[in-house]
């Protein structure tokens, strides 16, 4: 069964220090790739998303993610975090194949401390 | 657009009653998808719907759960009986496809979801 699976459940960081979370799938096929944030209380918003071309995307509040096809990964990067990175994050894919199911990592709780 | 728009945002009810709630995803959107999320769990697809046609609801959890989707701009999910473990946040999402060819679309955008339900059973 294809599968996301998210390397870290916690990390807890100071602020200025650059974050990188971890992101693999299982499926040989094509993908959609997408990375959520949920703040405290609050519903899921991208962050970004990747269909095809440059492997490496620029989402919003200064995030970055780069596909690497080789390796199934699409890790999360921010070179520095503010407190108010603080929130959960979740990588997300559509097999293309699969009319639109969107597939949830586990989540990654980013403690940013000040 | 107003985006998703879920109710109740807040319920509170008492095993063995009947909860329903709601959704409206964004006009235009066909595809409708319903989350469960809970510390324990995280978050679990539901169901989903293609042109308020259920696609799939392997992920319905028991015969206690239904969902429906009567026009392309209302959609339903219903507990009954509610129990204890039934509360958690519900999210409803929605999205379209980016492309469409013929024998189906082949590649999709993003979901956005709703504010989500905070379901409380007691």
């Known amino acids: 069964a294809q599968s996301v699976s998210q390397h870290n459940h916690h990390v807890i960081l100071s602020e200025a220090a650059s974050l990188e979370l971890g992101c693999n799938y299982s499926y040989g096929g094509t993908v959609n790739l997408f990375w959520y944030v949920q703040y405290p209380g609050q519903h899921l918003q991208l962050l970004l998303k990747?269909?095809?071309?440059?492997?490496l995307v620029k989402g919003i509040k200064g995030f970055e993610a780069e596909f690497i096809k080789s390796k199934f990964s699409f890790n999360l990067r921010k070179p520095s975090v503010q407190w108010s990175d603080t929130a959960e994050y979740f990588c997300?894919?559509?097999?293309?194949?699969?009319?639109?199911?969107?597939?949830f990592g586990a989540g990654t709780q980013v403690v940013v401390t000040p | 657009d107003a985006g998703v728009i879920q109710s109740p945002r807040h319920e509170v009810t008492e095993m063995g009653q009947e909860v329903t709630l709601r959704c409206k995803p964004i006009?235009?959107?066909?595809?409708l998808f319903w989350y469960r999320q809970t510390m324990m769990r995280g978050l679990e697809l539901l169901i989903y719907f293609n042109n308020n046609v259920p696609i799939d609801d392997s992920g319905m959890p028991e015969d206690r759960f239904s969902a429906k989707m009567p026009n392309a701009s209302f959609s339903t999910l219903k507990i009954q009986p509610s129990e204890p473990r039934d509360s958690a946040v519900y999210f409803c999402a929605s999205s379209s496809p980016l492309f469409r060819v013929t024998g189906g679309p082949s590649s999709y955008n993003e979901q956005f979801f709703g504010p989500g339900t905070r379901l409380t059973v007691l």
């Open positions: 006009s235009g959107h066909d595809y």
């Open positions: 997300a894919v559509i097999l293309t194949d699969s009319w639109g199911k969107l597939q």
């Open positions: 990747y269909f095809s071309g440059d492997p």
